[in-house]
């Protein structure tokens, strides 16, 4: 018998589906990765999200003294603003010392004034923010949303074409 022909005695059958196990195999690791990717990202992504609202909802304010700041060439002409602020909560006899990464206008700001408003935790002080406004980073629940379903569209393609050789095989 040759390579091309039919398992079968009937010619009008049709021809057996493709099987590549190379793909496969790598679409099982991608699934898989997605997969264990996606729920670290919502995961990670959900801490950030809550903890961003208890600073909105329980956090405390205070005035934040620039100690230094500095722009930092990231490349492609991309540039990262960076200001060091000492700030001593009203229930600390300690002051922290922190690094706020910021935009422009609030990095302007702060540079000009030499003070701006931090946001604190009031059970743990080196959880804060810097700005009247406080920012609510929803990127990684995005990330990880979209990493799921790249897994499930991996397994709903591999279903599909493990059902089309298993119908080939019985016949059905």
Same mark, same amino acid.
């Given at each position: 018998?040759?390579?091309?022909?039919?398992?079968? $005695?009937?010619?009008? !059958?049709?021809? &057996?589906?493709? #099987?590549?196990?190379?793909?496969?195999?790598?679409?099982? @690791?991608?699934?898989?990765?997605?997969?264990?990717?996606?729920?670290?990202?919502?995961?990670?992504?959900?801490?950030?999200?809550?903890?961003?609202?208890?600073?909105?909802?329980?956090?405390?304010?205070?005035?934040?003294?620039?100690?230094?700041?500095?722009?930092?060439?990231?490349?492609?002409?991309?540039?990262?603003?960076?200001?060091?602020? $000492?700030?001593?909560? !009203?229930?600390? &006899?300690?002051? #922290?010392?922190?690094?706020?990464?910021?935009?422009?206008? @609030?990095?302007?700001?702060?540079?000009?004034?030499?003070?701006?408003?931090?946001?604190?935790?009031?059970?743990?002080?080196?959880?804060?923010?810097?700005?009247?406004?406080?920012?609510?980073?929803?990127?990684?629940?995005?990330?990880?949303?979209?990493?799921?379903?790249?897994?499930?569209?991996?397994?709903?393609?591999?279903?599909?074409?493990?059902?089309?050789?298993? !119908?080939?095989?019985?016949?059905?």
């Amino acid at each position: 018998m040759s390579t091309d022909e039919s398992y079968t $005695d009937d010619p009008n !059958a049709p021809p &057996p589906p493709k #099987f590549y196990p190379v793909l496969y195999r790598r679409l099982r @690791l991608l699934k898989w990765l997605a997969l264990v990717g996606g729920i670290g990202m919502l995961g990670g992504g959900a801490y950030e999200y809550s903890r961003s609202l208890k600073l909105q909802t329980t956090g405390k304010q205070t005035a934040g003294k620039l100690f230094s700041n500095n722009e930092v060439a990231t490349g492609k002409g991309r540039t990262s603003y960076r200001v060091f602020l $000492d700030y001593k909560p !009203a229930d600390s &006899p300690t002051t #922290f010392r922190k690094e706020f990464v910021v935009g422009k206008p @609030l990095y302007d700001q702060i540079v000009q004034n030499g003070e701006a408003t931090v946001t604190y935790a009031p059970g743990d002080p080196e959880t804060s923010a810097v700005g009247d406004k406080l920012p609510v980073n929803t990127e990684p629940l995005a990330i990880g949303a979209g990493l799921l379903l790249v897994s499930a569209g991996v397994w709903w393609y591999q279903r599909r074409e493990w059902q089309k050789i298993h !119908a080939y095989i019985t016949g059905g």
